[in-house]
Each structure stands twice: as C-alpha cells, then as structure tokens.
C-alpha cells in the first residue's frame, strides 16, 4: 500500500516561497496520478495542483495558478509543490494524495492514498 509523506511545511513570511515534496519511500507511486490539496482552518479541503503519471498536464486551482508549480521526479518516487510569493491566505495543511488511475482528480474522491499533511503558515 502506498503511504505518502508530506514535508517542507513552515512558517514564512508573505512574499516568500516554499517547497513541499511527497514520497513514498517503500513503493513506487510513479505510475499514478497525484493531487495537492489544502485545508485552511474552518474551511473545506479544497484543490490545489495536480499532475499526470507522466508529469504531463499539470493543472492548478485559479488561486494559485502562475504563482505554484506541480512537477515531479520518477526516479526518486517523489512529487513537489514549488509556492512562490506566497500569501496569508495560502495558510493551511497542505495535503498530496494518489490516485489508482495515472490521471489526476481535482475531486477528493478521486484519490485512494493520502498523507497526514504539513502545516503552512504565512504571515503578513
């Protein structure tokens, strides 16, 4: 079974940029689909990127198109997150998750494996 883990979650300030990677160290989750997701506090988990087995089609929720940057290294198991000039409003737990199929979802439902999450937190 896949297990993901989320890293690269911190405090920064507005302006600034963050990295978060997704792995699975102990099996291969190269040939699947695999989505961002973020949960503000109060808020619904909502979609953020999302990418092809392949790399291909990259896909991004209006709120952080031309400033988030979905990619991913088969060779090392691992999808990333790049967030440039990140906003206060950019602040929740940020979540990858992988699909059974080599497309992604902008829909929770579309995802079978998920991580625990990192916190993200901006400030103004």
């Known amino acids: 079974q896949v297990q993901l883990v989320e890293s690269g979650g911190g405090l920064v300030q507005a302006g600034t940029s963050l990295k978060l990677s997704c792995a699975d160290s102990?099996?291969?989750?190269?040939?699947?689909?695999v989505g961002w997701f973020r949960q503000a506090p109060g808020k619904e988990r909502e979609f953020v990127a999302g990418?092809?087995?392949?790399?291909?089609?990259?896909s991004y929720a209006d709120s952080v198109k031309d400033r988030f940057t979905i990619s991913r290294d088969r060779s090392k198991n691992t999808v990333f997150l790049q967030m440039n000039n990140l906003r206060p409003e950019d602040t929740a737990v940020y979540y990858c998750?992988?699909?059974?199929?080599?497309?992604?979802?902008?829909?929770?439902?579309?995802?079978?494996?998920w991580g625990q999450g990192t916190q993200v937190t901006v400030s103004s």
């Open positions: 998750a992988a699909s059974l199929r080599a497309s992604y979802s902008r829909s929770e439902s579309g995802y079978r494996y």
């Open positions: 102990r099996r291969t989750f190269s040939n699947n689909g």
């Open positions: 990418i092809m087995w392949n790399g291909g089609s990259p």
